[in-house]
């Protein structure tokens, strides 16, 4: 099993919909876990890092399910802007990112 | 707009060449990194430096030597690289390694796309 992995998609969806991304970590001792953004060719953005109580940014919401081992990303009232990658990240106690392999979006008009 | 800097943004050599990718931050972090990233695949950690000594080195081949002159400036210098290598060479950096709200959010640079001929 992979230490992190997400479903790499892609996610078609049309603009103004909802979509909801998990990615799925293995070592219980993670403490620290991030959601990233990457557009073609570019280099990953820092969207949130995803704490216990869940966070929220605008449109993005983020949450964390220790128990079953999971980080979830929901993008409301998607965007054409908002098609991109997005990377989960998950930071071990060797201080080490392990990122997923990132869930393609397709935001259509 | 991206407060990690790298350069160059686009770098060809031979196999037999010796070149340097650079990385500046202007955040007052202590702690940055080096990734590699190939096409349509995540970020794998080279390196991370913190407070400008190495503190983790993810057995890469010996061909990439980094440097950490000062806690702004990272370096990542390369000699008898192989083909393979062609990548994108990310330059991230955080407040440190310790866990804890933002503390290790790691910001990256726009990379270096490097094709080694």
């Known amino acids: 099993r992979k230490e992190v992995e997400q479903d790499p998609g892609p996610f078609n969806v049309p603009e103004g919909a909802t979509v909801a991304f998990n990615c799925t970590y293995s070592?219980?001792?993670?403490?620290?876990f991030f959601w990233y953004r990457q557009d073609c060719r570019k280099e990953p953005k820092l969207l949130m890092s995803?704490?216990?109580s869940g966070n929220e940014d605008g449109r993005f919401t983020a949450q964390l399910n220790r128990a079953s081992q999971y980080i979830s990303l929901l993008i409301r009232d998607s965007k054409l802007s908002d098609s991109a990658t997005y990377l989960c990240?998950?930071?071990?106690?060797?201080?080490?990112?392990?990122f997923g392999t990132g869930t393609r979006l397709k935001v259509l008009a | 707009d991206t407060e990690v800097t790298q350069t160059p943004k686009h770098l060809v050599m031979g196999m037999t060449n010796k070149k340097s990718l650079k990385c500046e931050q202007h955040?007052?972090?202590?702690?940055m990194y080096w990734y590699k990233q190939k096409a349509k695949k995540p970020p794998e950690l080279m390196f991370v430096?913190?407070?400008?000594?190495?503190?983790i080195n993810e057995s890469v081949p010996s061909r990439f030597s980094p440097e950490c002159p000062n806690s702004s400036l990272l370096n990542l210098h390369l000699h008898a690289l192989q083909p393979e290598d062609s990548a994108l060479y990310l330059c991230?950096?955080?407040?440190?390694?310790?866990?804890?709200?933002?503390?290790?959010?790691?910001?990256f640079g726009p990379g270096t796309r490097l094709t080694v001929l």
């Open positions: 990240a998950v930071n071990s106690r060797t201080y080490k990112y392990i």
């Open positions: 955040m007052g972090h202590r702690a």
């Open positions: 430096y913190s407070y400008e000594k190495l503190s």
């Open positions: 070592n219980s001792a993670s403490q620290s």
């Open positions: 995803v704490y216990s």
């Open positions: 991230a950096s955080s407040q440190g390694l310790r866990q804890g709200r933002s503390y290790n959010e790691q910001f």
